[in-house]
């Protein structure tokens, strides 16, 4: 058995000896969940995932190089314009990607890689490279809940090290737009840790959204009342493929011109797009992680998913698992309309080759993992731990602390 | 010794509520715990509302009129249950925080009433969280404007299986997001009532709103929750070409 298979068995899922209703009440405050509830399911898992050093060691390694990998595809293909179609990406955000100075050398770059345990080992099936959410949940959430068990660790806090990679650019202080749908509360909580964590690190914090934001010779200036003037740094959460839909005078554009720093930049869309692999072969880039990990990507034109449910249908840009479906795993007339979608509009669509994720046996019967590992700047910083009764983790899934089991000689109570 | 707002949440939310799961938690994330001026209000034509054994009410009234309405019903034995999903904010285009002021405020008389255990909910909406109001357009301003959708309510099946058959509806008129939940328990067959003015409780019979059940229906509308000068929702619902919307993750 190899280490990415051994490794995969390497995980189990423990109950949380704690007061369910003050643990989730915990979890909502200290951990800025502020969306614990999903119609009649609750969001927050009472139970924390245990992962060996060993696995934790895996993950994080196999995430860096992803990482490595991923930058340098970015590099190149902002080079070549010409391949942005083949990715989905719109004329209008082709034509602000072709105008930009390509990626920024110095910007702050934040990913997640997703993975998940099946029976030949660790699959992925995606990296968020644009605007990835989990931080509290990577951060606080394992470290409440590491007071509940004995033997096992947090590992890493993204938010910290987030924090401390912009400080590493802009020095000890400077203000920091943090941009997001501000209607989203789901997002606002988001930003609001964030901006809490980055605030206590000597930063000046906004709260704003993205038509706050106006360009002076490159540099970001912030229009919202009590929030106004220059940013030092931007941190994004909204969606680089939204932003054309910004009215004027906001000048979306100038988000991919921006001489101030950014994280991310919204050149990391031509990343967050499903439909890289359609071009690797293009770019002259090594990828064997990549090749090694991430199933079979093809364009839908070229992959027989309307006869073959080994074959998933996922949104070129989509996210926390909409979209996401198979033949045979969703209702008729659902099926139906991604088919003429995926039909008319092949480039907004990839076709994959389905992974069996293994489930994991709990009281409650068997769940389903997935394990974000984020990277800042190239390095591993931690796991975003997610419980789903299916095999597609979407909005109903649960977030599960991940927690390191420590070697014996290192717990409390070891003789 | 003011309330963390920690103890404020757990009073709208208390622990053995099977309906404090549905109590949104942003406005006390945002609240000002010792917040103790409260409106005065006459409960009026609620007086008369007494208590349904059977029924799930749901208010959907302006402004921190909603959290008044909802400590009158709790008067009457509803437990009231905050649904409130937007923040407060400086300059914010709805004023969430005089609501988060009114929830800290009537922290006090909630405390005071004994709720049994299994008290029928009052789930609690402020009716302007969509405010399209000229002022709304102005640079600068924050946008916290919020709506409900399905998810933020318990299915018709929970409802029945706590043995409500009936919801009743609060408010001086319908709201387009409100409709897509009240339509899937109308669609389940409990019984939905209003409350009049005339101090009757009426049958509600909603017809089938636009986009019912489609896939894209929440990310459409919170994709387009910006401002718009044609009033509604769009503003900036990402354009299809530039590839397809959804929340950050």
């Known amino acids: ?415 | 010794m003011p309330l963390s707002r920690e103890e404020l949440y757990e009073l709208w939310a208390p622990p053995g509520s099977p309906w404090s799961l549905w109590a949104k938690p942003v406005l006390f994330a945002n609240a000002r715990p010792d917040s103790t001026k409260l409106a005065p209000f006459e409960a009026g034509h609620l007086e008369t509302f007494g208590y349904l054994r059977d029924a799930a009410i749901v208010v959907d009234v302006p402004g921190v009129r909603s959290v008044l309405v909802g400590l009158a019903l709790a008067q009457n034995g509803y437990r009231p249950v905050p649904l409130y999903n937007g923040a407060a904010a400086p300059s914010s285009l709805i004023n969430m925080g005089a609501i988060a002021d009114a929830l800290a405020a009537g922290a006090a008389r909630l405390q005071r009433m004994a709720h049994q255990p299994d008290a029928r909910p009052a789930f609690l909406l402020n009716a302007d969280r969509m405010d399209h109001s000229a002022g709304a357009m102005a640079p600068g301003r924050f946008d916290n404007r919020w709506c409900v959708v399905p998810q933020d309510m318990p299915s018709a099946t929970f409802l029945k299986s706590a043995g409500i058959n009936q919801v009743v509806l609060i408010a001086e008129s319908l709201a387009d997001d409100l409709a897509h939940v009240l339509y899937r328990y109308q669609e389940a067959k409990l019984e939905l009532r209003r409350f009049a003015k005339t101090n009757a409780l009426e049958p509600l019979n909603i017809p089938r709103p636009n986009a019912y059940k489609a896939a894209w229906y929440r990310a459409a509308v919170f994709a387009g929750l910006r401002r718009n000068a044609a009033g509604g929702f769009g503003g900036i619902t990402p354009d299809p070409g530039d590839g397809i919307g959804g929340v950050g993750g």
Request: proline share 7%.
């Open chain 1, 1 to 415: 058995m190899d280490v990415a298979s051994r490794t995969a068995l390497d995980v189990q899922l423990v109950v949380l000896p704690a007061d369910p209703e003050e643990y989730r009440r915990r979890v909502i405050f200290q951990c800025f969940k502020w969306d614990p509830q999903c119609d009649d399911v609750s969001t927050i898992s009472d139970q924390a995932c245990l992962i060996s050093p060993t696995t934790a060691a895996y993950l994080s390694e196999q995430a860096e190089s992803l990482s490595s990998e991923l930058l340098q595809l970015e590099r190149v293909l902002s080079l070549r314009p010409d391949l942005f179609a083949a990715l989905g990406v719109g004329s209008r955000l082709r034509s602000a990607l072709a105008g930009a100075d390509g990626i920024v050398d110095n910007s702050v770059r934040v990913m997640r890689f997703d993975f998940h345990p099946t029976s030949g080992g660790w699959a992925l099936s995606e990296v968020n490279s644009d605007v990835p959410g989990g931080f509290a949940e990577a951060g606080p959430l394992p470290q409440l809940a590491a007071i509940y068990v004995m033997g096992a660790k947090p590992s890493g806090d993204p938010a910290a090290t987030l924090a401390t990679a912009v400080e590493r650019r802009l020095g000890k202080s400077g203000r920091v737009a943090f941009v997001h749908a501000t209607s989203y509360s789901d997002d606002r909580q988001v930003m609001q840790y964030l901006a809490d964590r980055f605030s206590h690190q000597g930063f000046d914090c906004a709260l704003v959204a993205p038509d706050h934001i106006r360009w002076r010779e490159g540099r970001a200036f912030s229009i919202a009342e009590a929030q106004s003037g220059k940013m030092d740094a931007i941190v994004r959460y909204f969606p680089a493929d939204w932003l054309p839909g910004l009215s004027p005078p906001a000048n979306w554009r100038g988000f991919f011109q921006s001489r101030t720093l950014m994280c991310n930049p919204p050149q990391a869309l031509l990343s967050q797009s499903k439909r890289l692999p359609l071009v690797w072969d293009q770019l002259g880039v090594s990828v064997p992680t990549w090749a090694a990990l991430l199933p079979e990507t093809r364009d839908p034109r070229e992959a027989p998913w309307r006869t073959d449910s080994n074959w998933v249908l996922k949104p070129t840009f989509g996210r926390v698992g909409d979209g996401v479906a198979w033949m045979g795993a969703i209702g008729d007339k659902q099926w139906l309309q991604m088919t003429r979608d995926a039909t008319s509009s092949p480039r907004q669509w990839i076709a994959q080759r389905r992974f069996e994720s293994r489930p994991l046996s709990t009281l409650s019967g068997p769940r389903h993992l997935c394990v974000g590992v984020f990277t800042i700047d190239g390095r591993a910083c931690g796991f975003y731990g997610r419980l789903s009764t299916g095999s597609i983790i979407e909005k109903h899934a649960q977030d599960v602390p991940v927690l390191v089991l420590q070697p014996l000689a290192d717990t409390p109570n070891a003789s």
